[in-house]
Nanobody, 117 residues
Framework: QVQLVESGGGLVQPGGSLRLSCAAS????????MGWYRQAPGKQRELVAS???????NYGLSVKGRFTISRDSAKNTVYLQMNTLKPEDTAVYYC???????????WGQGTQVTVSS
């Protein structure tokens, strides 16, 4: 079992920045896949960014060039640096991890990000 604890959400003005963190704990030694997803009201959950244990990253088109995902594998923690935030980035952000390829997938509880003046 894996537990995920997210932090760093909040209210920010357009053009501002936030950094999200997600720490994984439980019966794990390492984590293959770590990602950030978001879900806005009335919309489907979408991938924001992901990173594998090998360092391969993937970004959603709407956040490329503005958001950066990184990880500290020793701490089983993934980060999302969000810059130049826009009102359309407002959503609940979820951390999702898969300890092994094709294995179980775990979700965090979500953290609200609101971009508004």
């Amino acid at each position: 079992q894996v537990q995920l604890v997210e932090s760093g959400g909040g209210l920010v003005q357009p053009g501002g920045s936030l950094r999200l963190s997600c720490a994984a704990s439980g019966s794990i030694f390492s984590i293959y896949f770590m990602g950030w997803y978001r879900q806005a009201p009335g919309k489907q959950r979408e991938l924001v960014a992901s990173i594998t244990s090998g360092g391969s990253t993937n970004y959603g088109l709407s956040v490329k060039g503005r958001f950066t995902i990184s990880r500290d594998s020793a701490k089983n923690t993934v980060y999302l640096q969000m810059n130049t935030l826009k009102p359309e980035d407002t959503a609940v952000y979820y951390c999702g991890v898969a300890p092994s390829p094709g294995g179980s997938f775990y979700w965090g509880q979500g953290t609200q990000v609101t971009v508004s003046s």
